[in-house]
Structure formats: structure tokens, C-alpha cells
């Protein structure tokens, strides 16, 4: 069982950055395929961004955020980051990093993951 952890939300001017980490208990992170989500107020979790297990080969992103945002993981470090570039105020949302190593389902799901985070707040101005 994994526990996560995000940090690095806060408040940021569009067009800047921001680089979120999610940090994980437990000694087989490196066996959880991860992935982002995010809330904006009164919707429902919509999916960001995902990488695979172990070495992190495959990388997958919502159209939203192709070429601005970066997944990745350091497996030493059980952290996974979302590094999120050239913010729009439309990226603003609560930020959750999600686990999972149960594949039956497809990987933008909310329910394909059964661990998650507490979420971290991102907010751009315009």
C-alpha cells in the first residue's frame, strides 16, 4: 500500500511556472503506474497527465496541457513531479496525484486508481 503526498501548489501570473511534487510512503512505489488529476471548483476531476511504473517509459497528457506540462518520477526519491509551464487561469484547480497497480482499466479514469492524495491548490491570475 502507497501513501501520497502533494506539495508545491500556490498562487501564480499566467504564462508562469510551477512544479508540483507528490511524495510516496512505502517501499514499492516504483511498482505504481501514477498520474495526475485536477478539480476545478464545481466540476469533476479531469485527467492530466499519467506514467508508467518502474522506469516511467510512457508518458501520457490531456490535449489541455500537451507541450506545457511534464511528468515524471524518481523512483529513489518515491516522488513523482508535474512540472506545469506557460499556466493559463484555466489550469487553475485542486492538483491530486493518484496510484495505481490495477491495469483493468484505462488510465484517464478516476476510477482506475485506488490510492490518491489530499490534493494541492493552484491558482493563476490573469
Known amino acids: 500500500q502507497v501513501r501520497l503526498a502533494e506539495s508545491g501548489g500556490g498562487l501564480v501570473q499566467a504564462g508562469g511556472s510551477l512544479r508540483l511534487s507528490c511524495a510516496a510512503s512505502?517501499?514499492?512505489?516504483?511498482?505504481?503506474?501514477m498520474a495526475w488529476f485536477r478539480q476545478a471548483s464545481g466540476e469533476d476531476h479531469s485527467f492530466v497527465a499519467r506514467?508508467?511504473?518502474?522506469?516511467?517509459?510512457?508518458?501520457s497528457y490531456a490535449d489541455s496541457v500537451k507541450g506545457r506540462f511534464t511528468i515524471s518520477r524518481d523512483n529513489a526519491r518515491n516522488t513523482v513531479y508535474l512540472q506545469m509551464n506557460s499556466l493559463k487561469p484555466e489550469d487553475t484547480a485542486v492538483y491530486y496525484c493518484?496510484?495505481?497497480?490495477?491495469?483493468?482499466?484505462?488510465?484517464?479514469?478516476?476510477?482506475?486508481?485506488?490510492?490518491w492524495g489530499q490534493g494541492t491548490q493552484v491558482t493563476v491570475s490573469t
Open positions: 493518484a496510484g495505481r497497480t490495477d491495469y483493468s482499466n484505462s488510465y484517464d479514469r478516476v476510477a482506475s486508481y485506488g490510492y
Open positions: 512505502g517501499r514499492t512505489f516504483s511498482s505504481y503506474a
Open positions: 506514467i508508467s511504473a518502474n522506469g516511467g517509459d510512457i508518458t
